[in-house]
């Protein structure tokens, strides 16, 4: 099935790897182009490296003030001022329980998935072509808490309703969805992994084995896996989905609907 994105344009929060990675593959594989946005410099390079022309790239934290107008200035740049699509998407939350983390903890949380997305749609928005698309990445804390994720169990929930606000708003030029990841194969799920481990006394291989027990599929999902359907709610295929909150989770979420 051609998903109609060849020669589109889109930016890739997280894009050097991991969900973002998974993602920006599957675009440019359907022909697109993708600007990743990262922390680090190194990973964007590897990057670059194996996906070729199609991509380049842009270094900056999401929570940072200053990383929006760097990836505006940057799609000027690159694509001309003009994108098809945009992937909201950073490095999760720090781990721990509501009331042991900080203020700092919990605003640099705000910063990192709500303030620093709104500023940089604020910039990107005007840019996207009429029928271009949206997508946040979120997590499946919007529907089920997660153990030892406050951060994320409190503030995705309001991500995902700052994309079904965005989807009324923005109708019917830019479609708007958001796709929440279960235990996908990822640097960030084998971190915390190795966090539980260590906090139970057991291996990290030991506590990922023990976590694929309570998903149906048996096993983690891969980035590949994650990036296909990203890449089909972004692209023309998709082209009256909007507001949905879906998940790519091997069943695992047991909350209706």
């Known amino acids: 099935m051609d998903l109609g994105l060849k020669g589109k344009a889109f930016v890739v929060g997280g894009g050097s790897k991991g969900l973002g990675r998974g993602t920006a593959n599957a675009l440019v594989a359907e022909g697109a182009r993708v600007l990743l946005l990262s922390r680090d410099q190194e990973s964007i390079d590897r990057a670059i490296a194996e996906l070729g022309d199609a991509a380049v790239g842009v270094t900056g934290d999401m929570a940072d003030p200053g990383t929006a107008a760097k990836v505006d200035a940057a799609v000027a740049e690159h694509f001309g001022g003009k994108l098809d699509g945009v992937v909201i998407n950073a490095g999760g939350p720090p781990a721990g329980k509501a009331l042991d983390l900080t203020d700092e903890q919990w605003l640099g949380s705000y910063q990192l998935l709500i303030g620093g997305p709104l500023r940089l749609l604020k910039l990107l928005v005007p840019r ?18 997660v153990n030892n994720l406050d951060t994320s169990n409190v503030l995705r929930p ?14 019917p030029r830019i479609r708007v969805n958001s796709l929440a990841p279960g235990r996908i194969n990822t640097d960030r799920i084998r971190s915390l992994d190795k966090i539980r481990a260590e906090a139970v006394g057991i291996t990290p291989q030991e506590a990922a084995a023990e976590s694929s027990k309570a998903i149906p599929f048996g096993r983690y999902g891969e980035p590949s896996e994650f990036g296909a359907f990203a890449a089909f709610l972004l692209s023309p295929a998709a082209s009256y989905v909007s507001g949905l909150a879906a998940h790519a989770d091997g069943a695992m979420t047991t909350a209706l609907p």
């Open 128 to 145: 996207i072509n009429d029928g271009g698309a949206i997508l946040f990445i979120t997590s499946t804390s919007v529907r089920q808490p």
């Open 158 to 171: 309001g991500v995902t309703a700052l994309a079904k606000t965005l989807a009324i708003e923005l109708a």
